[in-house]
């Protein structure tokens, strides 16, 4: 369920606490939210079974280029899938249509019982989902903790006329906003640069604030495209065991893009591979790795394709 | 501010607020009884009213990343509106007209906005053009905006609050002064706050900034609104303060271009950039004709003034382009902190 914005000023003294988020609020939240939510039909005789996620026969063209085509999918809440599949193979583009940046031309998606034929890309981070990006999409002017505590903007309230002159429910606001960010700043490891500007960052670390800034929200689904994209090898493993810790924390599910297979086998629970925009493989890791059509299609070629992708994605493994 | 300052790490920083605490001391206890009527009547007056302009652009424009070459038009919208506010409304207090003018020139700057939705960039900036040319028409075509007067050119009303007179040099200097101040606060507190923060991620990246929750459409509408009220507001002072007189030619597209030139030459996305940037703007004209009449003599005739002006400026401007994009204030940053360094490692 989306985390009920109303609920937010009640929780606003005890819950959201820094002492008690210290503690693990996350959790903590997450249970007490969970019946409210589920309050609204479809959800509680289901939710134990239904996907979190789920799309039917989604279907995307741009002029005559297919970039997916009929394509079923479905996450189970707290899992962390995977999808991989040579360049072009429509991967961004799926992330693109789950978070609504992309209509698909045919099928819907399901997002935790509600079905859009389009998902509302200004109520996303409502719907309880974040993403990264495959380039980098921060806010370079501003500064790390900044950018991160602007993932919790949806929530914001308070008008500017309130902020201008500091009152109302603007200051609470502002506290609880920068606390929350320094948390998952140090979470991430990120506190000694939350001053830096982020435009001033190394590639790496650029994309690490953009995973802190989509984890602030304490997404129920994150969509991670491309993460470890051109990192060193210590900087993926790194980057593999917060997206793990951040699943384990904060009770994440994970839809994460990612060339690196080995870090891809290691990590998800579930694969879906993408070739020229259908999918051909959707199982458990060791499954994948013996699948035919998977080696003839991605990982058989997959030296030819890290070799291709070698110059983007740096020295590595 | 936000977007230049990097690190001071190296040199030891003073408490934010005393700078501009010893300014203000400054400008309200020392230059009243130092000043000339000159200083006041061609330096300082369309210094203050240009920088508040210069602040209210950078709202819209350094912060929210939203080009506009409308400036002129809501600084006209907010003059007229004041000037009939305060003819027509009965008993309403000087204060009062400037406000609702400023309400005026917001709501006018909501609807020119309208097409940010929409545009981006250049086309954006050829759209705020409507707004240019449609004010000055409105205001040209229709009589009653300047009461009938048969030349378009009215009086301003003189200045006072609660009764006390302000119509000296000096008393329109601290008129204009306290609301430039005011507003300057306002306008700071404004850029460092959760909105502030949503127009710089609205110009970084607007679909990360859609993404995260923030709404654009209201966010942009709010920037323009912002900034329109504040131009607005800049627009009473330029005609009730410096110039006293109200008249739609004031207001044209060169006034727009020149307060889009004070942002650039200032710094873009910095309150302080505005003041720079106005500064060099007010003083480099004046600064250029004594220069000028001191090198040619009678050669230099206004003419000759005119056109070396714009060389000049326009040079400048290119200049700053390629070699300061952040502006003075980058600049002034810049050298401050290796004076501070030098003079720390004496
Ligand atoms: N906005 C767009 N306009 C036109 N074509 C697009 C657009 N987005 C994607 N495509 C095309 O759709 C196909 C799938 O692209 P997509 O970016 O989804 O691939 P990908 O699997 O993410 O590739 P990579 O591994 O290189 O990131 C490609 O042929 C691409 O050119
Ligand atoms: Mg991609």
Redesign the pocket.
């Known amino acids: 369920m989306p985390l009920p914005s109303y609920a937010l000023g009640v929780m606003d003294a005890s819950v959201y606490a820094p002492e008690v988020f210290a503690r693990g609020l996350p959790s903590t939240l997450r249970q007490e939210q969970q019946p409210q939510g589920s309050g609204e039909p479809a959800g509680s005789v289901a939710a134990a079974a239904a996907p979190l996620l789920s799309l039917q026969g989604i279907g995307?063209?741009?002029?005559g280029?297919?970039?997916?085509a009929d394509i079923d999918l479905s996450v189970q809440s707290g899992e962390i899938r995977a999808i991989i599949?040579?360049?072009?193979?429509?991967?961004?583009?799926?992330?693109?249509v789950i978070s609504g940046v992309?209509r698909p031309d045919r099928g819907h998606v399901e997002l935790d019982g509600a079905v859009y034929a389009q998902v509302p890309t200004q109520r996303l981070a409502h719907l309880g989902v974040a993403r990264t990006f495959?380039n980098l999409a921060l806010f370079k002017g501003l500064s790390v903790l900044d950018n991160v505590a602007s993932g919790l903007a949806y929530k914001v309230r308070s008008n500017f006329a309130g902020q201008v002159l500091g009152i109302g429910l603007s200051r609470d606001e502002q506290r609880d906003s920068l606390s929350r960010a320094e948390q998952i700043l140090q979470f991430l490891h990120l506190t000694a640069i939350r001053d830096r500007l982020v435009g001033t960052l190394p590639y790496g670390l650029q994309k690490r604030v953009e995973l802190a800034r989509a984890l602030v929200a304490e997404p129920r689904l994150l969509l991670l495209?491309?993460p470890m994209a051109g990192m060193t090898a210590s900087e993926k493993s790194e980057m593999a065991a917060f997206v793990r810790a951040a699943r384990d924390r904060f009770a994440t599910t994970v839809v994460l893009?990612e060339?690196d297979v080995g870090v891809v086998m290691d990590l998800s629970d579930r694969i879906a591979v993408?070739d020229y925009?259908r999918k051909i493989a959707d199982a458990t890791p060791d499954e994948v790795r013996n699948d035919q059509r998977v080696i003839d299609a991605y990982l058989g070629g997959a030296s030819d394709n890290e070799g291709t992708?070698s110059n983007e994605e740096g020295a590595g493994i | 501010m936000t977007a230049i300052s990097s690190d001071f790490s190296s040199v030891p920083v003073l408490p934010k607020w005393i700078v501009p605490v010893l300014l203000l001391a400054f400008a309200y206890g020392v230059v009243p009884l130092i000043g000339s009527s000159y200083l006041f009547e061609a330096i300082l007056l369309p210094f203050l009213a240009l920088s508040l302009a210069g602040v209210g652009l950078n709202i819209l424009t350094g912060y929210a990343g939203q080009v506009s070459l409308g400036s002129a038009a809501f600084m006209a919208a907010g003059a007229f509106a004041a000037y009939n506010f305060n003819l027509r409304v009965e008993g309403l207090p000087l204060i009062g007209s400037i406000f609702l003018a400023g309400i005026v020139a917001a709501a006018i700057g909501i609807v020119f906005g309208l097409p940010s939705l929409r545009l981006k960039g250049f086309y954006l900036a050829v759209s705020t053009l409507a707004a240019q040319f449609f004010v000055q028409w409105a205001l040209t075509k229709f009589s009653w905006f300047s009461n009938n007067s048969a030349s378009g050119v009215i009086d301003a009303p003189r200045l006072s609050i609660s009764g006390y007179a302000l119509d000296g040099a000096i008393g329109r200097y601290l008129f204009a002064l306290t609301i430039v101040t005011v507003l300057t606060f306002l306008a700071y507190r404004l850029v460092t706050s959760q909105t502030g923060r949503n127009f710089i991620a609205i110009r970084d990246n607007e679909t990360a900034a859609r993404i995260i929750g923030i709404p654009v459409l209201k966010t942009k509408l709010l920037a323009f609104a912002i900034s329109s009220f504040i131009i607005g507001v800049a627009g009473v002072i330029w005609a009730f303060a410096y110039l006293r007189t109200v008249e739609p030619d004031g207001f044209d597209l060169d006034r727009s271009f020149q307060i889009l030139f004070i942002i650039i030459i200032g710094g873009l996305a910095s309150i302080r950039g505005a003041f720079f940037g106005a500064a060099l703007i007010v003083v480099f004209p004046l600064g250029l004709s004594r220069l000028g009449g001191f090198l040619l003599g009678d050669l230099f005739d206004s003419g000759v003034l005119d056109m070396s002006q714009r060389i000049v400026l326009g040079a400048l401007i290119i200049l700053f382009l390629i070699l300061e994009p952040d502006g003075l204030v980058a600049l002034w940053d810049r050298i401050r902190r290796r004076l501070l360094f030098a003079w720390q490692s004496t």
């Open positions: 995307l063209s741009f002029g280029v297919v970039a997916l599949g040579p360049n072009g193979a429509g991967k961004s583009s799926l992330i693109n992309y495959q495209d491309e893009i060339h993408l925009g992708s």
